[in-house]
């Protein structure tokens, strides 16, 4: 089966068949591309969305990571990233693979097309041109056989007559020879090149044509191989990934399974616990006997010598776990005393132990960057040519400030950490004041019973304390546990300045607005007001004017 000897006659139809197999290639090469552009861009995908809840550094979100849970989810990102690589890689090979050297193709292709046909062509006009130059030969033939046959017919006429003078029939005879002799070498000159026509015509069809449509036949054959092995390719470039895509699934199998439970339970316990003692039983009052009691050693509620504890429509103000007002207030505020005295005593010692670690850190840092000036120096003396020894004198007096001043700091945290340890005696009455410590037992109480007790805020009472009965903490240990009515009102204030309240505790406000006041500024920087009957919160002291009404109860203070 040759197109040669099949299609002789179709050089047409060929042209327009080779053109749609070539169109068909960049279809397939169009397509291919867009399949790699669809491959980066879920690659692209991928990545942002993995890069999307990767845990923030240096953030509260990073430190969740510690529970096997959120570890299995971070490893699980960290695969997804590499399956989006293993589709960048499909992209780009495919792009090497199949695209780009189809396209070198195609031009190659349209090249050996373009000179096949041109071929054609001229072989084409080539026999046309024969084919033109046997009719013109032909039809000069059929000529000068017509005008011998006229000039034979004229002689015999004109011999015929006997009126016609001799020299005119010798006129007439060899008119007609020489119209003779025209039409043999007209005859001859035909007979030549109808032969020589007939010769291109049998080599037109039987050679040229065959071999420039086997050329086409062969390219077109070549065309057709070629999109076959692009499409293995294109099979086999997604097939090389599929191992490691299946390593990313593993990878995320094994994560899923590394998730332990109990391991996160004990994290959670180790995050939360506070050092503190359950409650014991509240021993029973008897208001029946006209005596002055005192609170029971076991209570935690606290009560003001001479009222009576049910105020605010005789709600018991009794918590069960009084924490500090002023440390709730840091908390809301986002503020952190400096010995974390706001936390309790175990997540105290965690974060105090941290800070000292963190410190000794920096210290070692700091000698180590002591010892090398040190050393530079040392080589300076010796070779001056190297260097000048003054030059490295203030550097290595402002890293042993440096040194100094974060021993001086991780001294006070171990100082710190070291009550919390109960390694040192407690702090005086009026440190105790100024973390927030709740005693709210008279003295007596405290002399019988506050041996080795542990303080809510981590510090620990190893001796007698020395504070009148008279000493009272403010009752209002949490609001959130409490349906206790709202603060009054101790005066007005207006707002300088607009003050967008986005922390927890903190309340917003626009320059010129008016709000009643209900804490004044207790040295912290902030004042709480209010906004109608049900908005509260905390705005800095600075960005309102406060008139204070005399004659309203002033705001409690608290300890």
Known sequence: ????????????????????????????????????????????????????????????????????????????????????????????NMTSQITVDLMRYVQELKQERKSNF??????????????????????????????????????????????????????????????????????????????????????????????????????????????????????EVDRQVIPI???????????????????????????????????????FEDYTQPMKRTVSDNSLSSSKEGKPELRFGGKSR????????????????????????????????????QKVDDLNREIQKETDQRDAITKMKDVYLKNPQMGDPASLDQKLTEVTQNIEKLRLEAQKFE?????????????????????????????????NCAQDRESPDGSYTEEQSQESEHKVLAPDFDDEFDDEEPLPAIGTCKALYTFEGQNEGTISVVEGETLSVIEEDKGDGWTRIRRNEDEEGYVPTSYVEVYLDKNAKGAKTYI
């Open 318 to 353: 009794g918590k069960l776990w009084p924490f500090i007002k002023k440390n709730k207030l840091s908390l809301k505020l986002g503020v952190t005393p400096e010995d974390f005295s706001n936390f309790p005593p175990e997540q105290r010692r965690k974060k105090l132990q």
């Open 1 to 92: 089966m040759s197109w040669g000897t099949e299609l002789w006659d179709q050089f047409d139809n060929l042209e327009k068949h080779t053109q749609w197999g070539i169109d068909i290639l960049e279809k397939y090469i169009k397509f291919v591309k867009e399949r790699t552009e669809i491959e980066l861009s879920y690659a692209k995908q991928l990545r942002n969305l993995s890069k999307k809840y990767q845990p923030k550094k240096n953030s509260k979100e990073e430190e969740e990571y510690k529970y096997t849970a959120c570890k299995a989810f971070l490893s699980t990102l960290n695969e997804m990233n590499d399956y989006a690589g293993q589709h960048e890689v499909i992209s780009e």
């Open 415 to 447: 100082a710190w950490l070291a009550e919390v340890e109960g390694r040192l005696p407690a702090r005086s009455e009026q440190a105790r004041r100024q973390s927030g410590l709740y005693d709210g037992q008279t003295h007596q109480t405290v002399t």
């Open 118 to 235: 041109h071929d054609g062509r001229k072989a084409q006009q080539h026999i046309e041109t024969c084919w033109k130059q046997l009719e013109s030969s032909k039809r000069r033939f059929e000529r000068d056989c017509k005008e011998a046959d006229r000039a034979q017919q004229y002689f015999e006429k004109m011999d015929a007559d006997i009126n016609v003078t001799k020299a005119d029939v010798e006129k007439a005879r060899q008119q007609a020879q020489i119209r003779q002799q025209m039409a043999e070498d007209s005859k001859a000159d035909y007979s030549l090149i109808l032969q020589r026509f007939n010769q291109e015509q049998w080599e037109y069809y039987h050679t040229h044509i065959p071999n420039i449509f086997q050329k086409i036949q062969e390219m077109e054959e070549r065309r057709i191989v070629r999109i076959g092995e692009s499409m293995k390719t294109y099979a």
């Open 245 to 283: 895509i299946g390593k990313c699934l593993d990878g995320i199998v094994k994560a899923a399974e590394s998730i332990d439970q109990k391991n996160d339970s004990q994290l959670v316990v180790e995050a939360y616990k506070s050092g503190f003692e359950p409650p014991g039983d509240i021993e």
